[in-house]
Nanobody, 117 residues
Framework: QVQLVESGGGLVQAGGSLRLSCAAS????????MGWYRQAPGKQRELVAF???????NYADSVKGRFTISRDNARSTVDLQMNSLKPEDTAIYFC???????????WGQGTQVTVSS
């Protein structure tokens, strides 16, 4: 019913930038909060940032001031601009979308971000 496709991951040197994008196929359903999560090897998946339909944002302390989340409600997309990347940002990044009318969240397949020191 709702499919998410991420793009934009890759390999970058420390201090560099990457921009992740996520496009949602909504089948006409309205998406509420959208967010980005990440999972590093051997660690639990953690929230990176989320943005509500109205544009309110929240960030993990570890990325504040470096990452910026944005969305386009008309296109059902959410982006994550990542600047000043650090090796500890290396992880698989997952897009998440809350569809309240269906009572569940949806996940993308993930995109790898690797930051070399």
């Amino acid at each position: 019913q709702v499919q998410l496709v991420e793009s934009g991951g890759g390999l970058v040197q420390a201090g560099g930038s990457l921009r992740l994008s996520c496009a949602a196929s909504t089948s006409g359903f309205s998406i509420n909060t959208m967010g980005w999560y990440r999972q590093a090897p051997g660690k639990q998946r953690e929230l990176v940032a989320f943005i509500t339909r109205g544009g309110s944002t929240n960030y993990a302390d570890s990325v504040k001031g470096r990452f910026t989340i944005s969305r386009d409600n008309a296109r059902s997309t959410v982006d994550l601009q990542m600047n000043s990347l650090k090796p500890e940002d290396t992880a698989i990044y997952f897009c998440n979308a809350e569809v309240r009318v269906l009572g569940r969240d949806y996940w993308g397949q993930g995109t790898q971000v690797t930051v070399s020191s």
